[in-house]
T-cell receptor, first 112, second 116 residues
């Protein structure tokens, strides 16, 4: 059974720092990995999707990398801003399945 | 274009009652998913539709939960004899891709269900 872990559960940083968010998964037979952002009481916004054949994806200040063989992904946020404060969730889509398996998320607070 | 919409945004009900939660996917998206998110947890898969049929309902917790998508667009998640443990955020997502390909799942704002 696929398990997705995000450590730490919460992170508080001053504005301007470059951040690395970690995600690990137990079964490397995945189709893709997706990073989401969730604001309090809201739905999920997709940030980046990395297919299993890719090593990284970039969008603006965000860069996500994937090392499938070691079961790890990182989300890099450059020059963090208070507006980046949210919960960040990592999810994998298992090979042969349509469902996403999520981690518990990491709550990020960027202080001005 | 419009994103995934869900109604109601909040639903408060009493233990034992029946509830229906509605999801309108993005127009043209053939795949539709329901997830449930408890406080402090990540979303957990409930059911996946490809067109009108439930292609994977392995995440439904028990037979009190049922979902339909009769015309391949709007979906309704139905919960009978609600229990306090059903209280959670129910999220709907849709994607463009047919089965077997990779694509982004786009999520709606969710329905917050509270069972008193």
């Amino acid at each position: 059974k696929q398990e997705v872990t995000q450590i730490p559960a919460a992170l508080s940083v001053p504005e301007g720092e470059n951040l690395v968010l970690n995600c690990s998964f137990t079964d490397s037979a995945i189709y893709n990995l997706q990073w989401f952002r969730q604001d309090p009481g809201k739905g999920l916004t997709s940030l980046l999707l990395i297919q299993s054949s890719q090593r990284e994806q970039t969008s603006g200040r965000l860069n996500a990398s994937l090392d499938k063989s070691s079961g790890r992904s990182t989300l890099y946020i450059a020059a963090s801003q208070p507006g980046d404060s949210a919960t960040y969730l990592c999810a994998v889509r298992q090979g042969g399945s349509e469902k996403l398996v999520f981690g518990k998320g990491m709550k990020l607070t960027v202080n001005p | 274009g419009a994103g995934v919409s869900q109604t109601p945004s909040n639903k408060v009900t009493e233990k034992g009652k029946y509830v229906e939660l509605r999801c309108d996917p993005i127009s043209g998206h053939t795949a539709l998913y329901w997830y449930r998110q408890s406080l402090g947890q990540g979303p957990e898969f409930l059911i996946y539709f490809q067109g009108t049929g439930a292609a994977d309902d392995s995440g439904l917790p028990n037979d009190r939960f049922f979902a339909v998508r009769p015309e391949g667009s709007v979906s309704t998640l139905k919960i009978q004899r609600t229990e306090r443990g059903d209280s959670a955020m129910y999220l709907c997502a849709s994607s463009r891709a047919p089965k077997g390909t990779t694509d982004t799942q786009y999520f709606g704002p969710g329905t917050r269900l509270t069972v008193l």
